[in-house]
């Protein structure tokens, strides 16, 4: 089965600084990757997503994903963050192909991001 | 735009209490999805489904049974609940011609079971 590693449970980045959320995976064949946010009281929102192609994806507001084959990440990442970017992150990877179809995602156990003034 | 709607979003049972938690959403999406949240554990991937009418184990089925009679809605059942499914629970879809689409989830239903 494929898999994702977050390592840190917390990351704490002041304002205006850059921010990585780190994420490992480990696959059987090509990678599909997927970063989702959650704020607090909220359901998973979609940020980006890696298929193919460019290794550097861009989602929503400002973030950023670098793929690295040879490492096997899929980092999060944003030039300058925002208090308002605090919440939890969460990678994936589409796993199996699921009886009748669709395909099953598994989670990472998510980071926590708190970004201070 | 509703998107994916859960009711309710709060429950407290007793122990072998039963309850149903429903999932509405209106993007016309074919694949709906019941998923726990626990800490430290992630999403775990409960039921499944394709379509109207069919429904599947996901990795964590035990305790929990489903139904899709309509394709808009998708119900999560506990029929004897146990102290050790108090949890966040969230419905996602999405379309079924997408491989890589992304999930639409709801905000999600507390349940507690004493």
């Known amino acids: 089965a494929q898999s994702v590693a977050q390592p840190e449970d917390q990351v704490n980045v002041a304002e205006g600084n850059p921010l990585t959320v780190k994420c490992t995976y480990s696959v059987s064949g090509n990678p599909y990757l997927f970063w989702y946010v959650q704020y607090p009281n909220r359901g998973l929102q979609f940020l980006l997503k890696y298929i193919t192609g460019d290794n550097l994806v861009k989602g929503s507001y400002g973030f950023e994903a670098e793929f690295n084959k040879s490492q096997t990440s899929f980092h999060l990442k944003k030039p300058s963050a925002l208090v308002s970017d605090s919440a939890l992150y969460f990678c994936a990877v589409r796993d199996q192909i699921l009886t009748g179809g669709g395909n099953k995602l598994t989670f990472g156990t998510g980071t926590q991001l708190k970004v201070e003034l | 735009n509703a998107g994916v709607t859960q009711t309710p979003k709060f429950r407290v049972l007793k122990t072998g209490q039963s309850m149903t938690l429903l999932c509405a959403q209106d993007?016309?999406?074919?694949?709906m999805y019941w998923y726990r949240q626990d800490p430290g554990m992630g999403l775990r991937l409960i039921h499944y489904s394709v379509g109207e009418g069919t429904t599947a184990k996901g990795e964590v089925p035990d305790g929990y049974n489903v139904s899709r009679l309509k394709k808009q809605n998708f119900l999560l059942g506990l029929e004897s609940a146990a102290p050790s499914q108090t949890s966040v629970y969230f419905c996602a879809s999405r379309e079924r011609d997408r491989v890589t689409g992304e999930l639409f989830f709801g905000e999600g239903s507390r349940l507690t079971v004493l």
């Open positions: 993007m016309n999406h074919e694949y």
